[in-house]
């Protein structure tokens, strides 16, 4: 009102001399003006979408509420999303001493989401931050979370080290023509396997992956879904490794060292393994690489190792 007022007592001199026609057309066009210019100054207001809104499940068999559990317990938990949007994406992401990795990664396109996780827990005392995060079609994110205690006794490790004057385990060349000799290795019975087809996959942990037919580059992959972490940090020795949590919490607090297949192996380097069947973890250091000029039959890779009885 006060704008209108204001083009009044302007234009009220003009008025005088103006006809009756003329002044109408003067008064629409200020009123379309003045229209324009209230609607620039205080349009319609976008829309706040709502962050998504997570609650756990609490029906029978879920875990919704920060609990304690024995070490190495499998623990369930769900999660339902109800939103105004789509969700494109759910995280569960798990938090030891600090350090947070993604455990599962799942891609949806629903408003409606119903998803369970379950994990086993480290397999020694200590406490896990369990956060689920979903993000909708917007970059809206919205997250549940809970802590779980681990209770129980820290194992110590086995040595499975040669005796004095005894060689270590050796994994061949799986170019080496010597029939018998040994190029993978099974973590669950220790022992020694061949890499030939006949040989089921489930027994090669690790496997040697040389990929050159000259000189001898021994790296390690595997067909059972192991993964490795070169250890680079002096707070792991293989010396000072005597209890399991030295390497689970190593192993959590590197993640983003994680690879599943080796750099080109060389002799005293180390490397946290971490099984693909049952998670078990292993510290293996290498003693020794053998090759032999100008022929693969004994190339090898000799190795000790420590992890649980």
């Given at each position: 009102?006060?704008?209108?007022?204001?083009?009044?007592?302007?234009?009220?001199?003009?008025?005088k001399?103006?006809?009756?026609?003329?002044?109408?057309?003067?008064?629409?066009?200020i009123?379309?003006?003045?229209?324009?210019?209230?609607?620039?100054?205080?349009?319609?207001?976008?829309?706040?979408?709502?962050?998504?809104?997570?609650?756990?499940?609490?029906t029978?068999?879920?875990?919704f509420?920060?609990?304690?559990?024995?070490?190495?317990?499998?623990?369930?938990?769900?999660?339902?999303?109800?939103?105004?949007?789509?969700?494109?994406?759910?995280?569960?992401?798990?938090?030891?001493?600090?350090?947070?990795?993604?455990?599962?990664?799942?891609?949806?396109?629903?408003?409606?989401?119903?998803?369970?996780?379950?994990?086993?827990?480290?397999?020694?005392?200590?406490?896990?931050?369990?956060?689920?995060?979903?993000?909708?079609?917007?970059?809206?994110?919205?997250?549940?979370?809970?802590?779980?205690?681990?209770?129980?006794?820290?194992?110590?490790?086995q040595?499975?080290?040669?005796?004095?004057?005894?060689?270590?385990?050796?994994?061949?060349?799986?170019?080496?023509?010597?029939?018998?000799?040994?190029?993978?290795?099974?973590?669950?019975t220790?022992?020694?396997?061949?890499?030939?087809n006949?040989?089921?996959?489930?027994?090669?942990?690790?496997?040697?992956?040389?990929?050159?037919?000259?000189?001898?580059?021994?790296?390690?992959?595997?067909?059972t879904?192991?993964?490795?972490?070169?250890?680079?940090?002096?707070?792991l020795?293989y010396?000072?490794?005597?209890?399991?949590?030295?390497?689970?919490?190593?192993?959590?607090?590197?993640?983003?060292?994680?690879?599943?297949?080796?750099?080109?192996?060389?002799?005293?380097?180390?490397?946290?393994?971490?099984?693909?069947?049952?998670g078990?973890?292993?510290?293996?250091?290498?003693?020794?690489?053998?090759?032999?000029?100008?022929?693969?039959?004994?190339d090898?890779?000799?190795?000790?190792?420590?992890?649980?009885?």
């Amino acid at each position: 009102m006060i704008f209108f007022y204001i083009i009044y007592l302007y234009l009220q001199p003009i008025y005088k001399n103006l006809s009756m026609k003329k002044i109408a057309i003067y008064a629409l066009m200020i009123a379309t003006s003045a229209t324009l210019f209230l609607s620039s100054c205080g349009g319609d207001k976008e829309e706040v979408k709502p962050d998504p809104a997570l609650n756990f499940k609490t029906t029978a068999g879920f875990t919704f509420t920060s609990t304690s559990v024995g070490v190495d317990s499998a623990v369930k938990v769900g999660v339902l999303i109800n939103h105004s949007s789509k969700i494109k994406n759910v995280k569960f992401q798990v938090t030891i001493l600090g350090s947070t990795f993604t455990e599962k990664d799942t891609n949806v396109n629903d408003k409606v989401i119903d998803l369970s996780f379950i994990r086993k827990v480290i397999a020694t005392p200590g406490t896990e931050g369990w956060t689920i995060i979903a993000t909708d079609e917007n970059g809206k994110s919205g997250s549940v979370s809970l802590s779980i205690t681990v209770t129980g006794t820290d194992p110590n490790l086995q040595d499975y080290s040669p005796a004095v004057g005894q060689p270590g385990v050796r994994i061949y060349n799986i170019k080496d023509p010597t029939a018998g000799n040994p190029s993978a290795f099974d973590l669950n019975t220790k022992t020694p396997q061949s890499a030939s087809n006949t040989t089921p996959d489930n027994l090669k942990d690790i496997l040697d992956q040389n990929a050159s037919s000259g000189s001898y580059q021994p790296q390690w992959g595997t067909k059972t879904g192991v993964k490795y972490i070169k250890v680079t940090n002096a707070s792991l020795t293989y010396v000072g490794a005597t209890k399991y949590s030295q390497l689970v919490n190593y192993w959590a607090q590197n993640t983003a060292a994680v690879i599943s297949i080796t750099p080109v192996i060389t002799t005293n380097d180390l490397y946290l393994v971490k099984a693909g069947d049952n998670g078990q973890y292993y510290l293996v250091s290498i003693l020794n690489i053998v090759d032999i000029a100008g022929k693969a039959d004994g190339d090898n890779v000799e190795f000790k190792y420590k992890t649980l009885p």
